[in-house]
C-alpha cells in the first residue's frame, strides 16, 4: 500500500504549529502546541504523534515531513553561532570590518554598523591571487593556507569560511583550499563563497559565506537530532525543509547550505496566501501573517508571492536599509515587525504606551496562559475585548486566566496611563495594528502599489483576530480568513513546491554578451538543480530563466524574466525592451542608455500540491451565543458568536459577529458583510 500522509510543521517563537494531510481519506488535521525554545524538536515530535493518534494513523503510512524554522534567524540575532574564521586572499582579510565603506544613516552621529560574524583576528589572509576574469595572476601557496588554518584551529575555530577574490569567475583555488583543510582537519566545517553566492561582489559573497558556517554546526546537529527523533517515533520518511524564497529542498541540501532557511517560517505564511488567492481567483491580495512574536506583510500579485535576491540579516535599526549583514539569498519579499500575540506593551520614560518588540514567547507566554507571564500582551487586550472565549481557547486545552489578566493591565498599562481596564486593553489593541498598518503602508508604497486595491489574507494565531482592525486603518474593503487560518504556515510547507534557485556572474553589456557562454551556464545550472530536485526524471522539473540588468553604470540591478529557447543576438532588442519596461513599472520611468546584464538566474521546481483547506461541517446549530466584544471605531458591541466548523457554504452573516475555531478566532464589525466559501473560508465585505 502506498503511503499517501504528509505532515506540515512550523515552529514559532510562540507555538509549533502542525497540519497533516492524507489525501486518500480526504483528510486535513490541524495541530497546535507550545514551542519548547529549549529543544524545539521536542514539541514538533509530540505534536506530530498526537496528530497521529489523533486521527489514527500509523506512523509508517506517512510519506513526508516539511520543516520551517526560525532557528536560522534566532541563532544570529542572539549570536550563539559557532565560532568562525575567514580565509581570504592575502590583503584582504579586512573585507567584513571594511563593508561597503559607507554609514548606513548619515545624520546619526552614533550610527554603527552590525558586527561582524568573524572577529578581525579570526581573519586570515592566504596567498594566491585570480585577476577579475578569471585567469591565474600567482598559484595558491598551500603551505601559507595549512599554515593560516592551522593558526584559527589553534584560535578555536569550529567552521571556516573561504572567500577569495574573484571565486565567482573561477573557483579553483577556493576547491583547492577546501581539498587542502579536509585532509589537515577532517572534522572542520568548510563553506566556500562560489557554492553559496557564485555571483559578483566580494563583501557580499564574504558576508554569505560566514553567515551559512556561523549557522551550520548548530542546524546539522538539530536536523540530525529531529531525522533521527522521527525515526525513533516510527516516522521512517524524506524530512525536507522550507527554503527562504518559498520553495523546500532536502535534509542533505539544508545541512550544506542552511544560510537558505534564515526566512524559512515566514517565507511558508506568504506561499499558503498565494495558494488561497489562486482557489479563490483574487488577482492582488495582502498576506497577513500575525502570530505570537512576529507579524508579516507581503504582497501577492497574479497568485504568487514578490521575490528578491539580496537580503540584510541582523540589522541594527529594522527600517535602516545597510545597517544589517548582506546575504545573497532569494527570499519571500515581505517585511516583519515585532509585533504578534505575545508582544509585551507598557509605557515607554516619555509616558507612551508602546507594544513589543520583546515578546512574552511561549515561556513564560502571556498573562492569560498562567505559565508565569507577569507582563501584558496583545493576547491578554484581546481577551479582555471580548475578541477570546477564556474557555474555548486552544478547543478547551488552555483555560485562559481573565482575573490574572485584568490585575495585570491594571497595574502595568491603566494606571500609569490614567485608563479603565477595557481603555488599556484598546489601547494595546489600537497601537499594536497601527504598527502593522505603518509597516503595510511601506511595504506598499516601496512597489508603488495602493492598500485599498488589495484583499487582506489574515491568518496566524493572532492575525485574524486584528484583521478588521487593519483592513479598515489602510481602507481595505475585502477580508479573506481561510479555514485553519492558525496553521496557515505549515499549510504553506504542504503546497509549496520543491525548488532550487541558481544564479551565476558574467557581467557584460547586452550588446556584448558571449551567448555560448551563457548558454553552457544555464546547462550547467540546470543539471545541478535536476540532481537535486529529481534525479532521472527531468521532465517534471519546471525552469523560469531570469537576468538580473541595469543601465550601463548604475550599482544595483532589477530581475527581468528571459524568453523561452535558446537565446542569441536576435534577443538583444526584445530584452532591451523588457528591462527598460520592467524599470518603468519600478521606478516610473526609463532611462536612454544601454543596459548591461550582471547575474543570470535559474529557478528550477517540482509540481506543487493543491491540498484543501476545508472539512465536512458538522452537524447542529453554528451559534455559540453573544457576548460583548469591543469594535475599533465602535466601541463594545454585542456580537454572535459562530462555531466555524458547522457554519455550511453559501451562508450569509451580518456583522456585529465572532468567528472561532480550535487555533484561532475573528471578529468583525456591524457595517460587514460574511460570506462562507465552498472551502468554509470566509470572505468578509466591509461596508462604508
Same mark, same amino acid.
Given at each position: 500500500? /502506498?503511503?499517501?500522509?504528509?505532515?506540515?510543521?512550523?515552529?514559532?517563537?510562540?507555538?509549533?504549529?502542525?497540519?497533516?494531510? @492524507?489525501?486518500?481519506?480526504?483528510?486535513?488535521?490541524?495541530?497546535?502546541? !507550545?514551542?519548547?525554545?529549549? #529543544?524545539?524538536?521536542?514539541?514538533?515530535?509530540?505534536? +506530530?504523534?498526537?496528530?497521529?493518534?489523533?486521527?489514527?494513523?500509523?506512523?509508517?503510512?506517512?510519506?513526508?515531513?516539511?520543516?520551517? $524554522? $526560525?532557528?536560522? $534567524? =534566532?541563532?544570529?540575532?542572539?549570536?550563539?553561532?559557532?565560532?568562525?574564521?575567514?580565509?581570504?586572499?592575502?590583503?584582504?582579510?579586512?573585507?567584513?570590518?571594511?563593508?561597503?565603506?559607507?554609514?548606513?544613516?548619515?545624520?546619526?552621529?552614533?550610527?554603527?554598523? #552590525?558586527?561582524?560574524?568573524?572577529?578581525?583576528?579570526? %581573519?586570515?589572509?592566504?596567498?594566491?591571487?585570480?585577476?577579475?576574469?578569471?585567469?591565474?595572476?600567482?598559484?595558491?601557496?598551500?603551505?601559507?593556507?595549512?599554515?593560516?588554518?592551522?593558526?584559527?584551529?589553534?584560535?578555536?575555530?569550529?567552521?571556516?569560511?573561504?572567500?577569495?577574490?574573484?571565486?565567482?569567475?573561477?573557483?579553483?583555488?577556493?576547491?583547492?583550499?577546501?581539498?587542502?583543510?579536509?585532509?589537515?582537519?577532517?572534522?572542520?566545517?568548510?563553506?566556500?563563497? =562560489?557554492?553559496?553566492?557564485?555571483?559578483?561582489?566580494?563583501?557580499?559573497?564574504? /558576508?554569505?559565506?560566514?553567515? =551559512?558556517?556561523?549557522?551550520?554546526?548548530?542546524?546539522?546537529?538539530?536536523?540530525?537530532?529531529?531525522? =533521527?527523533?522521527?525515526?525513533?517515533?516510527?516516522?521512517?520518511?524524506?524530512?525536507?525543509?522550507?527554503?527562504?524564497?518559498?520553495?523546500?529542498?532536502?535534509?542533505?541540501?539544508?545541512?550544506?547550505?542552511?544560510?537558505?532557511?534564515?526566512?524559512?517560517?515566514?517565507?511558508?505564511?506568504?506561499?499558503?496566501?498565494?495558494?488561497?488567492?489562486?482557489?479563490?481567483?483574487?488577482?492582488?491580495?495582502? /498576506?497577513?501573517?500575525?502570530?505570537?512574536?512576529?507579524?508579516?506583510?507581503?504582497?501577492? /500579485?497574479?497568485?504568487?508571492?514578490?521575490?528578491?535576491?539580496?537580503?540584510?540579516?541582523?540589522?541594527?535599526?529594522?527600517?535602516?536599509?545597510?545597517?544589517?549583514?548582506?546575504?545573497?539569498?532569494? &527570499?519571500?519579499?515581505?517585511?516583519?515587525?515585532?509585533?504578534?500575540?505575545?508582544?509585551?506593551?507598557?509605557?515607554?520614560?516619555?509616558?507612551?504606551?508602546?507594544?513589543?518588540?520583546?515578546?512574552?514567547?511561549?515561556?513564560?507566554?502571556?498573562?492569560?496562559?498562567?505559565?508565569?507571564?507577569?507582563?501584558?500582551?496583545?493576547?491578554? #487586550?484581546?481577551?479582555?475585548?471580548?475578541?477570546?472565549?477564556?474557555?474555548?481557547?486552544?478547543?478547551?486545552?488552555?483555560?485562559?486566566?481573565?482575573?490574572?489578566?485584568?490585575?495585570?493591565?491594571?497595574?502595568?498599562?491603566?494606571?500609569?496611563?490614567?485608563?479603565?481596564?477595557?481603555?488599556?486593553?484598546?489601547?494595546?489593541?489600537?497601537?499594536?495594528?497601527?504598527?502593522?498598518?505603518?509597516?503595510?503602508?511601506?511595504?506598499?508604497?516601496?512597489?508603488?502599489?495602493?492598500?485599498?486595491?488589495?484583499?487582506?489574507?489574515?491568518?496566524?494565531?493572532?492575525?485574524?483576530?486584528?484583521?478588521?482592525?487593519?483592513?479598515?486603518?489602510?481602507?481595505?474593503?475585502?477580508?479573506?480568513? !481561510?479555514?485553519?487560518?492558525?496553521?496557515?504556515?505549515?499549510?504553506?510547507?504542504?503546497?509549496?513546491?520543491?525548488?532550487?534557485?541558481?544564479?551565476?556572474?558574467?557581467?557584460?553589456?547586452?550588446?556584448? &554578451?558571449?551567448?555560448?557562454?551563457?548558454?553552457?551556464?544555464?546547462?550547467?545550472?540546470?543539471?545541478?538543480?535536476?540532481?537535486?530536485?529529481?534525479?532521472?526524471?527531468?521532465?517534471?522539473?519546471?525552469?523560469?530563466?531570469?537576468?538580473?540588468?541595469?543601465?550601463?553604470?548604475?550599482?544595483?540591478?532589477?530581475?527581468?524574466?528571459?524568453?523561452?529557447?535558446?537565446?542569441?543576438?536576435?534577443? +538583444?532588442?526584445?530584452?532591451?525592451?523588457?528591462?527598460?519596461?520592467?524599470?518603468?513599472?519600478?521606478?516610473?520611468?526609463?532611462?536612454?542608455?544601454?543596459?548591461?546584464?550582471?547575474?543570470?538566474?535559474?529557478?528550477?521546481?517540482?509540481?506543487?500540491?493543491?491540498?484543501?483547506?476545508? %472539512?465536512?461541517?458538522?452537524?447542529?446549530?453554528?451559534?455559540?451565543?453573544?457576548?460583548?466584544?469591543?469594535?475599533?471605531?465602535?466601541?463594545?458591541?454585542?456580537?454572535?458568536?459562530? @462555531?466555524?466548523?458547522?457554519?455550511?457554504?453559501?451562508?450569509? +452573516?451580518?456583522?456585529?459577529?465572532?468567528?472561532?475555531?480550535?487555533?484561532?478566532? %475573528?471578529?468583525?464589525?456591524?457595517?460587514?458583510?460574511?460570506?462562507?466559501?465552498?472551502?468554509?473560508?470566509?470572505?468578509?465585505?466591509?461596508?462604508?
Amino acid at each position: 500500500m /502506498s503511503r499517501t500522509v504528509r505532515i506540515g510543521v512550523d515552529v514559532g517563537g510562540t507555538f509549533t504549529d502542525l497540519l497533516l494531510h @492524507d489525501p486518500a481519506r480526504g483528510l486535513t488535521w490541524p495541530g497546535k502546541l !507550545p514551542t519548547t525554545p529549549h #529543544a524545539p524538536n521536542e514539541a514538533i515530535t509530540a505534536g +506530530i504523534a498526537r496528530l497521529l493518534a489523533e486521527t489514527g494513523t500509523p506512523a509508517g503510512d506517512v510519506a513526508g515531513v516539511v520543516h520551517g $524554522t $526560525t532557528l536560522v $534567524t =534566532n541563532t544570529l540575532l542572539e549570536r550563539t553561532g559557532a565560532v568562525v574564521g575567514l580565509l581570504a586572499t592575502h590583503g584582504f582579510r579586512d573585507v567584513l570590518e571594511m563593508a561597503r565603506e559607507i554609514r548606513f544613516d548619515t545624520t546619526d552621529l552614533l550610527a554603527r554598523p #552590525a558586527r561582524p560574524l568573524v572577529p578581525r583576528h579570526l %581573519c586570515r589572509g592566504v596567498r594566491g591571487r585570480l585577476a577579475a576574469d578569471g585567469t591565474e595572476l600567482a598559484p595558491l601557496d598551500e603551505d601559507d593556507v595549512l599554515a593560516q588554518a592551522g593558526h584559527l584551529v589553534e584560535q578555536g575555530v569550529e567552521a571556516v569560511a573561504v572567500a577569495l577574490l574573484h571565486a565567482h569567475r573561477d573557483d579553483r583555488h577556493e576547491r583547492r583550499v577546501r581539498q587542502l583543510l579536509a585532509r589537515a582537519h577532517p572534522r572542520l566545517p568548510v563553506t566556500l563563497s =562560489n557554492a553559496v553566492a557564485p555571483v559578483i561582489g566580494e563583501y557580499e559573497r564574504a /558576508s554569505t559565506a560566514c553567515l =551559512n558556517a556561523y549557522v551550520q554546526p548548530l542546524m546539522t546537529r538539530y536536523l540530525d537530532r529531529l531525522s =533521527n527523533d522521527l525515526v525513533a517515533m516510527g516516522v521512517d520518511a524524506p524530512l525536507r525543509v522550507m527554503l527562504s524564497g518559498g520553495g523546500v529542498t532536502t535534509l542533505a541540501d539544508a545541512k550544506e547550505f542552511p544560510f537558505r532557511l534564515l526566512e524559512s517560517g515566514p517565507a511558508a505564511g506568504t506561499i499558503a496566501a498565494a495558494a488561497v488567492a489562486r482557489r479563490l481567483g483574487e488577482a492582488d491580495v495582502l /498576506s497577513s501573517d500575525m502570530g505570537g512574536t512576529t507579524a508579516k506583510i507581503a504582497i501577492v /500579485s497574479g497568485g504568487g508571492a514578490r521575490r528578491r535576491h539580496d537580503f540584510e540579516a541582523g540589522r541594527v535599526d529594522k527600517f535602516k536599509p545597510g545597517s544589517g549583514l548582506p546575504v545573497r539569498l532569494t &527570499v519571500v519579499d515581505m517585511i516583519e515587525i515585532g509585533s504578534g500575540g505575545g508582544s509585551i506593551a507598557a509605557p515607554d520614560p516619555l509616558g507612551l504606551l508602546k507594544v513589543g518588540p520583546r515578546s512574552a514567547g511561549s515561556v513564560p507566554g502571556p498573562v492569560a496562559y498562567g505559565r508565569g507571564g507577569e507582563r501584558p500582551t496583545v493576547t491578554d #487586550a484581546d481577551l479582555v475585548l471580548g475578541h477570546l472565549d477564556p474557555a474555548a481557547f486552544l478547543g478547551g486545552e488552555m483555560r485562559l486566566r481573565t482575573a490574572e489578566v485584568h490585575k495585570a493591565l491594571d497595574r502595568e498599562v491603566a494606571e500609569p496611563l490614567g485608563l479603565d481596564t477595557v481603555g488599556a486593553a484598546a489601547g494595546v489593541v489600537e497601537v499594536a495594528t497601527a504598527g502593522m498598518a505603518a509597516a503595510a503602508r511601506m511595504h506598499l508604497s516601496e512597489q508603488g502599489r495602493d492598500p485599498a486595491g488589495f484583499a487582506l489574507v489574515a491568518f496566524g494565531g493572532a492575525g485574524p483576530v486584528h484583521a478588521y482592525g487593519l483592513a479598515k486603518q489602510l481602507k481595505i474593503r475585502r477580508i479573506v480568513v !481561510p479555514m485553519r487560518a492558525g496553521v496557515m504556515s505549515a499549510y504553506g510547507f504542504l503546497v509549496a513546491p520543491a525548488t532550487v534557485d541558481l544564479a551565476r556572474s558574467l557581467p557584460s553589456a547586452l550588446t556584448e &554578451v558571449d551567448w555560448e557562454r551563457v548558454a553552457a551556464l544555464y546547462a550547467e545550472m540546470a543539471a545541478r538543480a535536476t540532481e537535486v530536485l529529481a534525479p532521472g526524471a527531468t521532465d517534471e522539473v519546471r525552469m523560469r530563466r531570469s537576468a538580473d540588468l541595469r543601465y550601463l553604470g548604475q550599482g544595483f540591478e532589477i530581475e527581468v524574466e528571459l524568453p523561452e529557447g535558446d537565446l542569441g543576438p536576435a534577443d +538583444i532588442g526584445r530584452l532591451q525592451d523588457a528591462f527598460a519596461e520592467t524599470y518603468r513599472a519600478t521606478f516610473g520611468r526609463s532611462l536612454d542608455g544601454p543596459a548591461e546584464v550582471v547575474d543570470w538566474r535559474l529557478s528550477a521546481q517540482l509540481p506543487g500540491h493543491d491540498i484543501p483547506l476545508g %472539512c465536512e461541517p458538522v452537524a447542529g446549530d453554528p451559534r455559540r451565543g453573544v457576548r460583548d466584544v469591543w469594535f475599533a471605531g465602535h466601541g463594545r458591541l454585542e456580537a454572535t458568536v459562530w @462555531d466555524r466548523y458547522r457554519l455550511r457554504p453559501g451562508t450569509e +452573516i451580518a456583522g456585529p459577529a465572532v468567528f472561532e475555531e480550535r487555533e484561532s478566532s %475573528c471578529g468583525f464589525g456591524p457595517e460587514c458583510r460574511i460570506r462562507v466559501d465552498r472551502d468554509l473560508t470566509l470572505i468578509v465585505d466591509i461596508g462604508r
